[in-house]
T-cell receptor
Framework: AQRVTQPEKLLSVFKGAPVELKCNYS??????LFWYVQYSRQRLQLLLRHISRESIKGFTADLNKGETSFHLKKPFAQEEDSAMYYC??????????????FGGGTRLMVKP | KAGVTQTPRYLIKTRGQQVTLSCSPI?????VSWYQQTPGQGLQFLFE???????NKGNFPGRFSGRQFSNSRSEMNVSTLELGDSALYLC??????????FGPGTRLTVL
């Protein structure tokens, strides 16, 4: 069975500080990994996915298969980054790839 | 392009009743997935529909069911409601295995 763990429920940093939101997963195969974000009073939206290898809003995430991790990083946090962040996994096998398994989420608070 | 819409946004029901929630996907998207979000269990996958057929199913009892219509709109139904069914129900639309776009959710309260 697949599982996603986000060990921190709350992460509080000052503006300009580096941010790392941790995500660990367990899956017997090669999964697809995602980060979703939910800003206050907005709907859940995709931030980035590992196969895209792109940086969105200054955030990056590297899939480490050896450590089964997909940590989200940003070198300099901004107040507008304050939100709820969810790490998610989907099987990469065909149509089963639409079954997202989410972690419990990490609330990021960026203080001025 | 209009986003995913869900109706109603809020619902209050009593134990034993049944409820139907509706989801209208983004135009051109043929897949709709449903998720349940609770404080205790987080976001959990319920089921996915593609071209009017259930393609994937999560680990929920048979009281939870759904369907999809020819215009890709989807409904989910929960019968014999229990207190534990109180949750935010999210639907997401997508083109097959592409990015999932979420709706605002329906908040169900079971009394």
């Amino acid at each position: 069975a697949q599982r996603v763990t986000q060990p921190e429920k709350l992460l509080s940093v000052f503006k300009g500080a580096p941010v790392e939101l941790k995500c660990n997963y367990s899956y017997s195969g090669s999964p697809e990994l995602f980060w979703y974000v939910q800003y206050s009073r907005q709907r859940l939206q995709l931030l980035l996915r590992h196969i895209s290898r792109e940086s969105i809003k200054g955030f990056t995430a590297d899939l480490n298969k050896g450590e089964t991790s997909f940590h989200l990083k940003k070198p300099f946090a901004q107040e507008e980054d304050s939100a709820m962040y969810y790490c998610a996994l989907s099987p990469s096998r065909g149509n089963a790839g639409n079954m997202l398994t989410f972690g419990g989420g990490t609330r990021l608070m960026v203080k001025p | 392009k209009a986003g995913v819409t869900q109706t109603p946004r809020y619902l209050i029901k009593t134990r034993g009743q049944q409820v139907t929630l509706s989801c209208s996907p983004i135009s051109g998207h043929r897949s709709v997935s449903w998720y349940q979000q609770t404080p205790g269990q987080g976001l959990q996958f319920l089921f996915e529909y593609f071209s009017e057929t259930q393609r994937n199913k999560g680990n929920f009892p048979g009281r939870f069911s759904g369907r999809q219509f020819s215009n890709s709109r989807s409904e989910m139904n929960v019968s014999t409601l229990e207190l534990g069914d109180s949750a935010l129900y999210l639907c997401a639309s997508h083109r097959n295995t592409d990015t999932q776009y979420f709706g605002p959710g329906t908040r169900l309260t079971v009394l």
